[in-house]
T-cell receptor, first 110, second 117 residues
């Protein structure tokens, strides 16, 4: 089992809809998680950090479920500009490496 | 302020040639990472530098790959005798010194797109 797993998608969603996708992790000791966004042919950029139960930033909500070992990202009122690949990331122990999921591709359609 | 910069942005080379990729991290960021990303794939960890500590080279795919970093500044990734399977985007990222949750946030450069013919 991979340390961080994501559904590759693509998720095709109409503009204005709400979409959510999950990321599962295998290391039960992981304390923090991150969602990065990567636009086509661009570098990843930090979207949200999740250190406890969850985090909310505008239309974006990230939640952590430690019992089931997954984090979710929910996007409300989706915009065309939300189309991107969303990467789930978790630090590996204390050596400050980040373990990256392969990403979930999201396509928002007009 | 200035972000992470990488050069060249694109590199086309012939199979068997050596290439050198450069990364300039954000000033004050002691941690520096190199990743490889093949088309349509996730990030593949290559190597990690943290200050003056010995680098973590566990992700380097073969002995044709090597990387150096001068102190807490510029890093170069060298690929010797390039193969077609080395074609990918090579991303460099830097982060703050150890300690605290925010030290995990990585700031990426725009990458070097390597094409081996």
């Amino acid at each position: 089992r991979k340390e961080v797993e994501q559904d590759p998608g693509p998720f095709n969603v109409p503009e204005g809809a709400t979409v959510a996708f999950n990321c599962t992790y295998s290391n039960s000791a992981s304390q923090s998680f991150f969602w990065y966004r990567q636009d086509c042919r661009k570098e990843p950029k930090l979207l949200m950090s999740v250190y406890s139960s969850g985090n909310e930033d505008g239309r974006f909500t990230a939640q952590l479920n430690r019992a089931s070992q997954y984090i979710s990202l929910l996007i409300r009122d989706s915009k065309l500009s939300d189309s991107a690949t969303y990467l789930c990331v978790s630090p590996r122990g204390s050596n400050y490496q980040l373990i990256w999921g392969a990403g979930t591709k999201l396509i928002i359609k007009p | 302020g200035a972000g992470v910069s990488q050069s060249p942005s694109n590199k086309v080379t012939e199979k068997g040639k050596d290439v050198e990729l450069r990364c300039d991290p954000i000033s004050g960021h002691t941690a520096l990472y190199w990743y490889r990303q093949r088309l349509g794939q996730g990030l593949e960890f290559l190597i990690y530098f943290q200050g003056n500590s010995a680098p973590d080279k566990s992700g380097l795919p073969s002995d044709r790959f090597s990387a150096e970093r001068t102190g807490e500044s510029v890093s170069t990734l060298t690929i010797q005798r390039t193969q077609q399977e080395d074609s990918a985007v090579y991303l460099c990222a830097s982060s703050l010194p150890r300690g605290g949750p925010s030290s995990f946030e990585q700031f990426f450069g725009p990458g070097t797109r390597l094409t081996v013919l």
